[in-house]
């Protein structure tokens, strides 16, 4: 075996290991940047979750400013009735004053409703972003499983063409 021959050899062994290394690290590295997007999906899925439940508690909290606001203006209306002279608790003074009640109950409804919708799309939000952080978790693995597979044809590769070249330089068969 010459001096050629092994020199050969030994190219063929590093480009070898380079080549394994090259593989294993890209698919690590490949691996890493789908976990870190698998990572980001479910904070945002998290941070979804806790704004559905404060954009609920939000809207209670306004349906109740609302109810108040308008038992403040029903308030207001019964005083200026009384101080008119007129009867608040028999014919148009109670209506208004039932009217003022009813459409501050719908308008703190309407807003517990609108909160609701909105933390219903939220969770919806927050559930496509689980199902993409487990995408990307599934894609992470495959990527470092498709390295490793990747390193091993370069190690098969690399030992065949080794054998090729000793096999050559002995005059083996």
Same mark, same amino acid.
């Given at each position: 075996?010459?001096?050629?021959?092994?020199?050969?050899? @030994?190219?063929?062994?590093? /480009?070898?290991?380079?080549?394994? %290394?090259? &593989?294993?690290?890209?698919?690590?590295?490949?691996?890493?940047? %789908?976990?870190? !997007?698998?990572?980001? !999906? #479910?904070?945002?899925?998290?941070? +979804?979750?806790?704004? &559905?439940?404060?954009?609920?508690?939000?809207?209670?909290?306004?349906?109740?400013?609302?109810?108040? /606001?308008?038992?403040?203006?029903? /308030?207001? =209306?019964?005083?200026?009735?009384?101080?008119?002279?007129?009867?608040?608790?028999?014919?148009?003074?109670?209506?208004?004053?039932?009217?003022?009640?009813?459409? +501050? $109950?719908?308008?703190?409804?309407?807003?517990?409703?609108?909160?609701?919708?909105? +933390?219903?799309?939220?969770?919806?939000?927050? *559930?496509?972003?689980?199902?993409?952080?487990?995408? %990307? =978790?599934? +894609? $992470?693995? *495959? &990527?470092? /499983?498709? $390295?490793?597979?990747?390193?091993?044809?370069?190690?098969?590769?690399? @030992?065949?063409?080794?054998?090729?070249? #000793?096999?050559? &330089?002995?005059?083996?068969?």
């Amino acid at each position: 075996m010459s001096l050629l021959d092994i020199a050969s050899s @030994a190219f063929s062994l590093l /480009s070898t290991g380079v080549q394994i %290394y090259g &593989a294993l690290k890209g698919g690590a590295d490949k691996g890493d940047s %789908y976990d870190a !997007a698998a990572t980001s !999906a #479910y904070i945002d899925a998290r941070r +979804a979750l806790i704004d &559905a439940r404060l954009t609920r508690e939000v809207a209670v909290v306004e349906a109740s400013k609302i109810n108040r /606001s308008g038992a403040e203006y029903r /308030s207001a =209306a019964r005083a200026q009735f009384g101080a008119n002279g007129v009867d608040v608790n028999s014919g148009s003074a109670r209506d208004v004053q039932r009217d003022i009640t009813h459409r +501050a $109950g719908q308008d703190a409804i309407e807003r517990v409703l609108l909160g609701e919708r909105q +933390a219903l799309a939220l969770e919806d939000n927050a *559930n496509s972003l689980i199902n993409e952080a487990g995408q %990307y =978790a599934a +894609a $992470g693995d *495959n &990527a470092r /499983s498709a $390295g490793n597979w990747s390193a091993a044809a370069a190690a098969i590769s690399g @030992a065949g063409d080794i054998w090729k070249k #000793y096999r050559a &330089a002995t005059g083996g068969p």
